[in-house]
């Protein structure tokens, strides 16, 4: 069954530690995307990833990081320099050619105490 | 600045009526449109999209319409079933440097009344 996990569905951290959450697709997808979603507002970009080694920074960048080192895979890791990291987070991905569609993972709920 | 906007927070339709939901944007550079559903807790399901080229495309009981010159697009659901009741976004996308970014409305809540 091809598709995109993410682990673990909620996810609880004390204020100031690091936290990475998982990413995994194998649809073999060239594309993958990590969103934010704060109650009744939309999707927000925070990075995105054409290809393996490279990535870009999205519109609320700030206090993330990423990698993707495999094309499978894509973490985000909060850091202690996000102010209000408390949120659920969304990945993506999409194939480079033929339709535009990303497709999303299930989410992480991130709850920072 | 707010590129997608969906001005209605909810919308509460009877169950066999017409559903639609709006979306206005303002980037004449956006060449695809797409509406996603989406569940409490879960990620946003894909559910039809549109190639700025088209004005209309029908998928079973939704059908989007994209009226380019007035920056605007609609999900029609008919009829409108129980099931359908949950969060909707449009998004819209944009090729910037060669890599696809979407940009995403703020979500209608629909909720079918039996």
């Known amino acids: 069954d091809g598709g995109i996990t993410q682990s673990p569905k909620y996810l609880f951290r004390k204020e100031g530690q690091n936290v990475t959450l998982s990413c995994e697709q194998n649809l073999n997808h060239d594309a993958m995307y990590w969103y934010r979603q704060d109650p009744g507002q939309g999707l927000r970009l925070i990075y995105y990833?054409?290809?393996?080694?490279?990535?870009q920074k999205g519109d609320i960048a700030e206090g993330y990081s990423v990698s993707r080192e495999k094309k499978e895979s894509f973490p985000l890791t909060v850091t202690s320099a996000q102010k209000n990291p408390t949120a659920f987070y969304l990945c993506a991905s999409r194939r480079t050619s033929g339709p535009d569609t990303q497709y999303f993972g299930p989410g992480t709920r991130l709850t920072v105490l | 600045d707010q590129q997608v906007k969906q001005n209605s927070p909810s919308l509460s339709v009877q169950e066999g009526r017409i559903s639609i939901l709006n979306c206005d944007y303002t980037?004449?550079?956006?060449?695809?449109f797409l509406w996603y559903k989406k569940y409490p807790a879960e990620g946003p399901t894909f559910l039809i999209s549109i190639s700025s080229i088209k004005d209309k495309n029908e998928d079973g009981r939704f059908t989007v319409f994209l009226n380019k010159s007035a920056k605007h697009l609609s999900l029609h659901i008919v009829p409108s079933q129980p099931g359908d009741s949950a969060v909707y976004f449009c998004a819209a996308s944009e090729l910037l440097q060669g890599a696809q970014k979407l940009v995403f409305g703020q979500g209608t809540r629909l909720t079918i009344n039996p």
């Open positions: 980037n004449s550079m956006f060449d695809y």
């Open positions: 990833s054409q290809i393996v080694n490279d990535f």
